[in-house]
């Protein structure tokens, strides 16, 4: 999966998509966010639930453990590894939800530049991605999202996908009480398929992070 995603709802619609009718805190504000182009270690609008319920918080996209100094900080989870290696053992505990309007993805087509493709939901509402990350409320916070091996014609765009729940699943995925092996069978198993995602060509203007432009997801003619 590649680094950019798009937010350009407001917070509002995506905890509708969610479907939780309990009180939440928002603390990223009422206006659409209008980003169309954002790139890692940016902060990103994650759904996440702790001790007083529901919360919408801005947290920085990237994280790593404080021993891993000698890299960069990922931004994505591979699902096959992340409930076992010892690189996310501690954040593995605590999951969110990135709601994103869509995603980004570079081809080579055998042209002089890769092709970017903008990936959605076919029916038009937010992909709610499996997420965990640090949210103790200090620098060191970050989240990862959690992907998978791209499935049907996706692994024509890429060969990793973000695993996008429905909101039933998403619902349970955040719940604290959730065991952990039963938040890995449905992080492995229980992801959305290809078929509910469009792809298309898009401008290729996306590759400079500060075009921000609604135009930015318009297909190519």
């Known amino acids: ?3 950019r995603l798009s937010q350009y709802r407001g917070i509002h619609d995506f905890v509708a998509t969610l479907s ?7 603390n990223v504000g009422e ?3 209008g980003r169309y182009n954002i790139a890692p270690t940016t902060p990103v609008a994650v759904l996440r639930v702790d001790h007083a319920g529901l919360r919408a918080d801005l947290v920085k996209w990237g994280w790593r453990p404080h021993w891993a100094t000698d890299r960069t900080a990922p931004i994505n ?3 096959e590894k992340v409930a ?7 954040i593995w505990p605590y999951r969110a939800i990135t709601p994103v309007d869509g995603w980004y ?20 509402h937010p992909a709610l991605c499996a997420s965990i990350g640090q949210f103790a409320g200090n620098a060191c916070d970050g989240f990862v999202i959690i992907t998978a091996d791209a499935q049907g014609g996706l692994v024509d765009v890429h060969d990793r996908r973000p695993v996008v729940l429905a909101p039933e699943l998403a ?3 955040i719940v604290a009480d959730m065991p952990s092996e039963q938040a890995e069978q449905l992080v492995l198993n229980l992801g959305e398929p290809a078929e509910h995602f469009e792809w298309y ?17 318009v297909p190519l003619r």
């Open 1 to 3: 999966m590649c680094g």
């Open 20 to 26: 939780l009718p309990q009180a939440w805190r928002n």
């Open 31 to 33: 206006q659409p966010l």
């Open 77 to 79: 989870a591979r699902v």
């Open 84 to 90: 076992h290696g010892p690189f996310f053992r501690a």
């Open 105 to 124: 993805e570079w081809v080579d087509e055998g042209g002089p530049r890769k092709q970017p493709y903008y990936i959605r939901r076919r029916d038009g």
């Open 171 to 173: 619902r349970a995925w």
């Open 201 to 217: 060509r898009v401008s290729a203007a996306v590759g400079n992070v500060r075009n921000q432009g609604a135009e930015l997801i």
